[in-house]
Structure formats: structure tokens, C-alpha cells
């Protein structure tokens, strides 16, 4: 009875009676193995997660297009101002926020949208490291009443 190497590294009755060289050959196969097998099902789970991505995205595309094209920027309704309200800072803000939202939904013309720089705001604190102090403040509050 003639057995192939890979029957022989397989069998413990045969296992004692090969040499190291063959015993080596025999490793490597298994390793290769292995690690062709793992390889090739990565690459099929990789195959089904982009076509069940491409499956779902194209889903919310056709929902999404009707409502993108319906709400603009420029067809937003102009918020008015009360008498004696200084809006200076709150144009570029508005500017700021419409731009990530557009970013944000690639739609118009800042679908093509690229930082490139930011600077540091210097001097008082900003309203949104007001707002996360306060959080933080908050949260460590919760915890203490809880204790």
C-alpha cells in the first residue's frame, strides 16, 4: 500500500516513520491549505458584502433623489430677523452649516466641496466648547447623584 505524503502526515500510525524533510513538506501543505482556504472565503464574504452594499445604496439612491432635488439651499425659506437683532456672526454660520449639509448629501455645487485649511478660533471659549463643557459638567453631576 502505497500512501501519498499528505496520507501518511494524516495518519499517526505512519507520522513516527517519516523524516524531518518530509515532515516539513508536509507542514508547509497544511499552512498553504489553510491559508488559501481563509484567503478564498475573505474573498467571497468581501464579494457579498459589495454587492449587498451596492444592493442597498442603490435602494436609498432612487428613494433619495426626488427628495435631494425638492430641497435646495437657495429654496429654503429665509429665516427673518426680529427688530435689534445682530446677525453679523449668524451669516456665516448659516453659510457654514448649509455647506455641510450639501457636503454631507453630495448634492450642488459642494459635492465637489474640499477643506484646505482650519485655524483655531483664538481668545474667548466658542459657543460649542461652551456646550461641551456644560455637557461634561452635566454628565459628572449624574454620576455623583447616582453614588
Known sequence: MDLSLMEKFANPEYFDSLTMGEKMAGAGVTTLLGLGTTFMILCLIWLILSIMGKIMTAGKAKKAAPAAAAVTPAAAPAAVPAKGE???????????????????????????????????????????????????????????KRH
Open 86 to 144: 445682530n446677525l453679523a456672526g449668524d451669516a456665516e454660520l448659516v453659510a457654514v452649516i448649509t455647506a455641510a449639509i450639501a457636503a454631507y448629501e453630495g448634492s450642488g455645487a459642494a459635492s465637489n466641496l474640499v477643506v484646505r485649511s482650519i485655524q483655531r478660533v483664538s481668545g474667548a471659549s466658542t459657543a460649542w466648547s461652551r456646550a461641551g463643557s456644560a455637557d461634561c459638567l452635566e454628565s459628572r453631576n449624574m454620576v455623583d
